[in-house]
């Protein structure tokens, strides 16, 4: 995975600077909210300065690490997002940010677990149900999947039907109880609560309904297509309640 820096690619961070940031990671996790932000803007910013990739494996932003799997990402807003639902339905339809948030909104608060380690406990989420906009769009009885593509030009996910339908699944709009930001995947992203957090994909721009699963990104370089916390990717954890 790629951490995302806004600033882009610069000089390598010095080793008195990376073991700081180390040491600030690590105490942004108890730390209070003021401070977590201010460690999330420092190690945001050494990120993308970082030749080693380690501080990629630092928390970030209240316990989260920001990834990218491109250089950059495109900004959306109110006024340019747009959400195309299509593949093998009745009725393909185009939502704009406003009309998402017009639909039925479901909060849920659960862990957030990442593949490469980290847990961020108690993540409150807020959003439309993924099955709402199915049911709203007619899907096809020779369907089986759903394919997610994103803003970003290159991710990709999958979930089988039924695990699209699931209530613990959303087209997320909030996050923490607030607005997603650009950083977390906003200003809208999937949300797939009881997987690992690379099943949530990020900028979420389209959800195309087909036959079979397709391997979305990670898939394609060897991660698990089932990434249920705990039973996938020869971990143990807990599964997220």
């Keep these: 995975m790629n951490s995302e820096s806004p600033e882009g690619r610069g000089a390598p961070v010095g080793r008195r600077v ?17 401070l977590q932000r201010g460690t999330e803007a420092l190690l945001g910013g050494t990120a993308g300065l970082d030749p080693t990739g ?43 940010l ?5 639909l039925p909104q479901t909060r849920m608060v659960r862990d957030v677990q990442c593949v490469t380690g980290w847990r961020v406990p108690g993540t409150p989420f807020e959003g ?16 089986g999947a759903v394919r997610f593509t994103c803003f970003d ?12 339908c699931r209530a613990d699944v959303l087209v997320a709009l909030r996050m923490q109880d607030k607005d997603i930001g650009h950083s977390h995947g906003g200003p809208v992203r999937l949300y797939v ?19 079979n699963v397709e391997p ?13 916390v705990g039973r996938s990717n020869g971990r143990d954890d807990e599964p997220t309640t």
């Design 18 to 34: 990376f073991l700081g940031t180390l040491g600030l990671g690590a105490l942004g996790v108890v730390a209070a909210p003021g």
């Design 193 to 211: 609560a009881p997987m690992y957090f690379y099943k949530s994909a990020k900028w979420l721009s389209g959800i195309t309904v087909t036959k």
């Design 54 to 96: 380690l501080t990629g494996l630092l928390p970030n932003g209240g316990g989260f690490r920001y990834y990218s799997v491109t250089s950059s990402v495109p900004h959306k807003d109110a006024e340019t997002y747009q959400l195309t639902v299509d593949g093998l339905i009745d009725r393909p339809a185009t939502y704009t």
């Design 153 to 164: 030009g290159s991710y990709t996910e999958s979930l089988t039907l039924e695990q699209a």
């Design 216 to 228: 979305g990104y990670w898939e394609e370089r060897g991660y698990d297509i089932d990434a249920w």
């Design 98 to 102: 406003a009309d998402l948030k017009a």
């Design 128 to 143: 439309v149900r993924l099955s709402h906009l199915l049911d709203a769009a007619g899907v096809r009885s020779t369907a």
